[in-house]
């Protein structure tokens, strides 16, 4: 493409990338001076043009020009982004039909749901946590939500492969960094908020702003769903532009759960939208994961599937990975494996451990805490665990530069009453609670869910993940190694 056909009155530059990371090699490309809360893109400009820039557009003024170089000076940098993004790779989320997920909980879930049913209809892709999705191409997760460059990128993929939809993830600091501002969303989903990154937003106010963004940007023509029984629900789209639908359990809503039966493997419920009733079995298990999969029926009935049409495909949606993942090799215990990372998501865990573990058995749950993230929440899980547990194994949890024994500590002020014990390792903390659990106890390991590494001081290093190990230990400790 033209350095003319992205801005005016510039030369016929052939460019061939873009870039934002100047460590990147990016032959012909043009580098965007971001502004980071640890760096300005503005002191890596000689690198950049090292690693291929032909371009620089920054905001401040820079104190070596190469004559080689062609500089743009722009009001906003991040803004310019988002625009050249969008045109230099053909505008791809005008092609697909844009779902936005958002929420401190059940983002992957209900974009997952969406990905899953969808694609009944029309070829749909994923991007999120998990993993990017889209056609036969599976691929490791990069950011919750990713760069401007990368995401563009990967929809300009899925549209090339024939991708018809896709759900994203939009999390608070993605749509804070204006990483989805030229996404053109046709839905956008809201799930609830609670406590999470406030070392980054520093307020609940702030992190509420940062997800009220989304909605206040979307397009007259798009549809906002919002949980009307969370106390930011309705707050979150006063401004919305659009149409706003509701779905609750325990409020009047678009979409309201009138009757349910939460099982250890299944769900029953009564959904009540437009005068009409349907009853429906689904295998997503816990009250959460009922709101969850509400919020992606309102979504998907929003964009012309009618809930009739979805029901076969509601009764077995596929295991979403390290989300409320029951470990089954026929022992005679549960566990269940969870992302659960935030004191909302590891209370909700608990309650359905408590639902499904018979009076005078145990719970044990194993977590840890991030390191070098919101450390204010660390004896709120502590509380939260002393409530529910019978049994508490502290671990680590992608530690950095923190030691996992401190982190665990901290936790543990949060605990007065329930025992626990820190086992550094997690693979050994898991075969601990393995070893200890008696038939019909119930196992909840949370934090890191299917995730396949743990961050180290020193970046990522590999990690089998919860749900693998789990299974390695249970085989080896009850069934001697087979089945």
Known sequence: MKLSELFDGVGDI???????????????????????????????????????AKVIVHSEPLPDINPDITYIRVKNVNQVYNRVADAFYGYPSHHLKMFGVTGTNGKSTISCVIRDVLNHFIPTGYIGTIAIE??????????????????????????????????????????????????????AVFTNLTHDHLDYHGTMENY???????????????????????????????????KVVTYAIDHEADYQVTRYQLKRDRTIFTLRCNNMEYEIETNLVAK?????????????????ISITQMLPYLRN????????????????????VDFAHTPDGIEKLCQYASAITPKGNRIIAITGSAGKRDTAKRPIFGKILDRYADMIILTEDDPRNEKPVEIAEEIAKGIEKTPYIIIEDRYNAIRQAVEMCSENDCIVIMGKGDERFIYREFGREPYDGDDVIARQVIKQFYFGGEN
């Not at 959460?288 to 012309?304: C, H, M």
């Open 208 to 242: 509420f702003q940062a997800k009220k963004k989304l909605f206040d940007n979307l397009k007259p023509e798009a549809v906002a769903i919002t949980n009307a029984d969370d106390p930011y629900g309705l707050k979150i789209v006063e401004d919305c532009p659009c």
């Open 317 to 336: 949606v596929t295991q979403i990975e390290g989300r409320v993942q029951r470990i089954d090799l026929g022992q005679p215990f549960n566990v269940i």
């Open 288 to 304: 959460f994961n009922l709101y969850n999969l509400v919020a992606s029926i309102a979504a998907l009935n929003q964009n012309g």
């Open 14 to 52: 052939e460019i061939r990338s873009l870039m934002a990371d100047s460590r990147k090699k990016r032959p012909d490309s043009i580098f965007f001076c971001e502004k980071g809360m640890m760096n300005d893109g503005h002191r890596f400009v000689p690198q950049a043009i090292q690693n291929g």
């Open 134 to 187: 889209y056609g036969s191409v599976k691929l490791p997760p990069l950011l919750t939500t990713p760069d401007i460059d990368d995401l563009h990128g990967i929809l300009h993929d899925m549209v090339d492969s024939g991708i018809e939809a896709c759900a994203l993830e939009a999390s608070s600091i993605g749509i804070e960094q204006g990483r989805v501002d030229a996404i053109d969303f046709d839905t």
